[in-house]
């Protein structure tokens, strides 16, 4: 039962006005009732990994609610009535199909994450500015193509997530977000960085790990000094993948003759080398295997010049 008879008494634990918190996640849900506005101290409500493709306009009514995890689900749209989730703090809407947030959102005076990742968003309502107490916003693996202005109006904004977007650029105002702490990138198509970037004093980390043409090794390292310059004054961390990327081959060495004198065997002209490569225990199989192949006192000569370089993969031809 949803919401027992009011005849009840308020004594009863599971008298609607008593309930607190509500897991039903992993139930194979596809909607949920009017009824579950009744529930008027519930402050925790877990939906997650369910079939859900809509919520009731009732969902409205639960005042008290201070955690909505909606995870895992098919839901395309949130009711405007998602707006008078006064004490909503959490809200949690990864992996849904949702094409857009309406403006109502805006009216979550109290929310403080919000997990928007895997959805359809194309953009964001100005709204978005309203939430004052947002301290985290998870966008990652969104068709999302900008930022709308007022996202530099999210005072309390500490993390802003990006990974996996569209966007081409940023919005300027991103430098009035005074307390941001971290933003990823990662996966994006920018092309340059906002100078005001280097306004945003509190910055401890910045993933610029964009989406580049691999024939152009230039625009790479561009993105890196871009970054760099920009974030005066800020600690910046490129992605070590980055780095290596940006990275030109390693060049290799030949093997200095001195160091392994073997008149009577032609190294450079015998598998033996392969000894410098791979792992350790593939070097050392290889050792003896050459030491089979190899008669006489020259094989020897090999274990002593091939042992000093078994645990230092370099020098290939």
């Known amino acids: 039962q949803w919401a027992r008879s009011a005849s009840v008494g308020r004594d009863d634990p599971f008298h609607p006005r008593r309930i607190t918190r509500l897991d039903l996640r992993d139930c194979q849900l596809t909607s949920l009732p009017p009824a579950i506005g009744h529930l008027s101290s519930l402050q925790h409500l877990y939906l997650g990994n ?31 009535e998602i707006g008078h989730l006064s004490s909503l703090q959490r809200l949690d809407l990864t992996h849904n199909q949702l094409t857009s947030l309406p403006p109502e959102i805006g009216h ?6 919000l997990y928007l990742t895997h959805n359809q968003l194309t953009s964001l309502p100005p709204e978005i500015g309203q939430l004052s107490s947002l301290q ?3 966008l990652a693996h969104n068709p999302l193509t900008s930022l709308p202005p007022e996202i530099g109006h999210l005072s309390s904004l500490k993390i802003l997530n990006n990974i996996n977007n569209q966007l081409a650029s940023l919005p300027p105002e991103i430098g009035d977000l005074s307390y941001l ?8 198509t920018l092309t340059n960085i906002p100078p005001e970037i280097a306004n945003l004093s509190s910055l401890l980390r910045i993933a610029p790990r964009c989406k580049m043409t691999d ?19 800020v600690v910046v961390e490129v992605e070590r993948e980055e780095e290596e990327e940006l990275a030109p081959p390693t060049k290799k060495r030949p093997l200095p003759p001195s ?28 050792i003896w295997a050459t030491i089979q192949a190899i008669p006489g006192p020259s094989a020897w000569a090999l274990v002593r010049s091939a042992a000093a370089f078994a645990f230092i993969p370099v020098w290939c031809p």
């Open 50 to 80: 369910n079939q859900l493709t809509g919520l009731p306009p009732e969902i409205g009514h639960l005042s008290s609610l201070q955690r909505l995890d909606l995870s895992d689900n098919q839901l395309p749209s949130l009711p405007p």
């Open 136 to 138: 985290g916003l998870y």
């Open 215 to 233: 024939d152009n090794h230039k625009k790479k390292r561009a993105m890196s000094t871009i970054v760099s310059s920009a974030a005066a004054g």
């Open 181 to 188: 702490r971290e933003t990823d990138l990662s996966g994006n």
């Open 108 to 113: 979550l005076s109290s929310l403080q994450r």
């Open 259 to 286: 160091l392994l004198p073997l008149p009577s065997v032609e190294l450079a002209s015998t598998p033996c080398l392969d000894i410098f490569r791979g792992s350790f225990i593939q070097r050392m199989c290889l």
